[in-house]
């Protein structure tokens, strides 16, 4: 196949007009994300305990531990991350307790928020800040 002048100028022309073109995805931010999982219900307090450590030395390894019992979904969000959405842990009905625990990592100090649904169709919500020494996140 031969490259002639023309097709490398619509080439060129493509490639400028490619990048010249806003990006058409963006990171949810915490409202969005939280909207999305309770699908706009009333969110209440008690009934899930979120443990995080009040000061991570390293953003890429905070250990977090959440426990809701009669939960049947747990999400977890990092309010200050680019992208907030950390995990959603599912839970069975063989499921022997509804708690989870996992290593996040955070680009600096911020809110960890869990928000569990419970098998009524309820949600409750715990928050913890962490402050971070070192962020995780390119920070």
Known sequence: MQLTRRDALMLGVGAVALTAL???ARAASTEEAIAAFTGGAEVGSGGITLTAPEIAENGNTVP???SA???ASIMLLAA???NPDVGTFNFGPLAAS???STRIRLAGT???IAI???QDGS???ASAEVKVTIGGCGG
């Open 123 to 125: 949600f409750v919500q």
């Open 110 to 112: 911020q809110d960890v």
């Open 69 to 71: 019992p009669g939960a």
């Open 22 to 24: 806003p990006m058409p």
């Open 80 to 82: 200050g991350n680019p």
């Open 116 to 118: 569990a649904k419970m």
């Open 98 to 100: 509804q708690a989870a």
């Open 64 to 66: 977090i531990e959440v």
